[in-house]
């Protein structure tokens, strides 16, 4: 499938964006979902990404020239990766960007992943809302170490991505 023509650049975050990441994930919509434990996590993995010593890796998403979103991706075995994602620009919030942002990504840098997860919590409706609109599909629920509340196991199948129209 040929990916619908998009005004998204995705590139991977550099030290210079440190601060901006920090800036953006300390947004009241943002530390709604991401604190404590989760957030230092985050933050420990950032730094690990830019000492060339980690597995995930940091991506800012780029509307036209403008940076709007943080994304994570961690892979999860040979063809599989968790995707954590967050629209840090309140200006491009409820913009309907969401689903063809995920669907951009996913199939211009990783069309050979099978399959990709993600973990939202249960409670955030508007996010498990996108995932779903995305093609994830609710498989199970679970309470995350880091953030002791429940979440759903969301996966996307790639076959299926390339099925939907967006």
Known sequence: MKTKKTHFIFKHA???????????L????IRKWLHSAGLQNLLNTLDRFF????????WIAYSHKTPFAYLL????????????LFICDTDFIGKG???P???????????????????PETSNTRAV???QKAGFQIIGEFIASWHPVPHYKMKLDMKDLTNLNF
């Open 26 to 29: 300390s947004q009241p919509h």
């Open 14 to 24: 550099i030290v210079e964006d440190k601060n901006r990441i920090i800036n953006w």
């Open 101 to 119: 942002l995920i669907q951009t990504f996913l199939l211009d840098h990783f069309p050979h992943i099978k399959e990709i997860s993600i973990d």
């Open 51 to 58: 000492e060339n010593n980690s597995e995930s890796t940091h």
């Open 129 to 131: 809302h996108v995932y």
């Open 97 to 99: 960007l969401s689903v």
């Open 73 to 84: 991706t961690t892979p999860e075995g040979p063809d599989a990766i968790s995707l954590d």
